[in-house]
């Protein structure tokens, strides 16, 4: 056995949510360790769809640009909506519309300063990688977890490296991001309850000449459903690189792969494609399942789950992998704050306490919206919102944090059908909820609110700041930890073209609003207070659990 190595911070699993979390920690000065037992990263075309709020937090991060520049990123650019046919070459039957369904082309821009970015998992993971490296996270390949123990200042993992020796590794906490299927779940113990298979599926990735086929249309995704096959057809470059995801027999074999050899999936792909002979080249097989799984907490004294580990659950609605990104960006904050002494270590509780509600009812969703499919070509009338279905932009944007009771206001905005308590639909700065966007203006050009959220926590003034400056200065001071103040309007820093901003976060031109580092409303003062350094230093103690 090695010398034992430390970090703040150990990280089991190396995909896209263990990478976010990498990245997140890092920018925030977090010396972190990921440990990945594969020996580089999957090139397979898995998670494609990075949803808005996945692209606020990316935006944040400086990715944006690196994304959309990504090759499959400018491919799909002008991909969007669900089809259904027989074959790709032949009729099509519909195309899937729902009144909660938004069109990944539709315009956002009332709502955020981005959009979806359509791009592969695997180019995405290299991006994540390299940003998190230049920040300073660490990364060791074909590293296993082989046991870990917790003690009150920390946990040590047990490594077996790619020479096979084993190594100890100390952390003050572990994110455990190691799938669906984590060890460290299992070690620790947590159940995972919920439905288990909804579904099994093989991805088949092939490359075929498909162009003349697929015409000009451009699609998310093509449902093909003929004698042949019954399956979704997903172009990656809309061309020649294409995957399959074939329905399966539930009851077939665990390797349900070795089932299906190259000539059998070649097969199933011109049955899709609806070309016979069609001269089909196979790149790779996985097989997958639809759950829907949650954690009975995401919290075991310094081990955190996060992603997969945490919460599993059907593709429809493509919330699994953001929801993870998301989970990382909400516990990352948490943990530097931390670790740097700025919070007391009650405020990593929270992280279950907001976390764990809103991904049980993303579940929901997803299986909702994975029940209402099969209609999805019934084209007879408008129905409606189906019972208990949020539309998807409240599932992107409208997601509410349980408050602290000093912080709690009255219920003054109508919640999400069927998910009251998580779900807000015009929540309108109320504490728990993401700070909005709003469209503001600085010398050099425009930016979004959203681009003042990120670092130390924010507190915003409108025209009418009166107090709030001096109080935020002596908050901070009082308290040791850092606080951004931002002016909007009057002679404040940021310009107000459309007058807005004080009416979208539910305050006066006198208020402020107290936003956390990862862009989360902490506490609002609709106006002037008699003593606002008091009830903002009470408000940022709170924030930080102090």
């Given amino acids: 056995m090695t010398e034992e190595s430390q970090f703040p911070v150990v990280i089991v699993g190396g995909s896209l949510v263990g990478l976010s979390t990498a990245l997140f920690l890092a920018r925030r000065g977090v010396r972190c360790l990921v440990l990945e037992q594969r020996s580089s990263l999957s090139s397979h075309p898995r998670t494609r769809g990075v949803n808005p709020r996945s692209m606020e937090l990316l935006r944040a991060a400086g990715l944006e640009e690196e994304l959309r520049a990504l090759p499959s990123a400018r491919a799909l650019a002008r991909n969007s909506g669900v089809r259904l046919a027989g074959s790709l070459a032949g009729p099509e039957l519909g195309a899937f519309r729902e009144e909660y369904y938004r069109e990944v082309s539709s315009d956002l821009s009332g709502l955020s300063p981005t959009t979806w970015c359509l791009c592969h998992q695997g180019e995405l993971e290299g991006v994540l990688r390299r940003a998190a490296e230049r920040a300073g996270a660490v990364f060791r390949f074909d590293s296993r977890l082989l046991a870990l123990e917790q003690d009150t200042s920390g946990v040590t993992a047990l490594v077996r490296g790619p020479d096979g020796r084993t190594d100890r590794v100390r952390a003050g906490y572990l994110v455990a991001a190691d799938g669906a299927r984590s060890a460290v779940r299992r070690q620790l113990d947590i159940p995972f309850g919920g439905s288990g298979q909804l579904g099994r599926f093989l991805a088949v990735h092939f490359r075929a000449d498909l162009t003349a086929e697929l015409g000009d249309r451009r699609f998310i995704m093509c449902y093909t459903f003929n004698s042949r096959v019954r399956g979704a057809l997903i172009p990656l470059d809309n061309a020649r690189e294409w995957r399959l995801d074939v329905i399966v027999d539930p009851a077939a074999a665990e390797d349900v792969a070795a089932d299906y050899p190259p000539e059998r999936c070649v097969e199933l792909v011109r049955a899709a494609a609806g070309v016979p002979g069609l001269p089909v080249q196979i790149l790779g097989v996985v ?40 989970d990382a960006h909400n516990l990352a904050w948490k943990l530097a704050a931390v670790l740097t002494g700025h919070a007391a270590p009650d405020l990593l509780d929270s992280y279950d306490a907001e976390r764990r509600p809103i991904c049980e009812a993303t579940v929901r969703q997803a299986v909702l919206r994975q029940q209402d499919r099969p209609r999805g070509a019934d084209r007879s009338g408008r129905r409606g919102l189906p019972p208990g279905v949020v539309e998807d ?19 003054t905005e109508p919640a999400a059908a069927g998910e009251p308590a998580v779900w807000a639909t015009d929540p309108r700065g109320l504490p728990g909820t993401r700070a909005p966007h709003v469209q503001l203006r600085r010398p050099g050009g425009e930016c979004s609110t959203l681009d003042l959220f990120g670092g130390a926590p924010v507190l915003l003034t409108g025209s009418i700041p009166g107090a709030w400056p001096a109080a935020a200065e002596t908050a901070a001071r009082q308290l040791g930890v850092p606080l951004d103040l931002h002016g909007i309007g009057g002679d404040g820093e940021f310009e107000d073209p459309s007058g807005t901003w004080a009416k979208t ?25 008699d003593d606002a350094a008091e009830a903002l230093r009470q408000a940022l103690a709170r924030m930080l659990a102090r």
């Fill in 287 to 326: 097989p997958w399942e639809a759950a829907a799984k949650v954690a009975d907490t995401f919290r075991s004294g310094r081990v955190f789950l996060a992603g997969d580990a945490a919460h599993v659950m059907p593709p429809s609605g493509a919330f699994g992998s953001n929801t993870g990104v998301q």
């Fill in 505 to 529: 976060y539910g305050v006066t031109e006198a208020g402020a609003v107290l936003v956390r580092p990862d862009g989360a409303v902490a506490w609002r003062s609709a106006g002037a207070l």
């Fill in 393 to 411: 932009a409240t599932m992107w944007f409208g997601w509410r944090y349980p408050c602290d009771p000093a912080a709690e206001e009255p219920e």
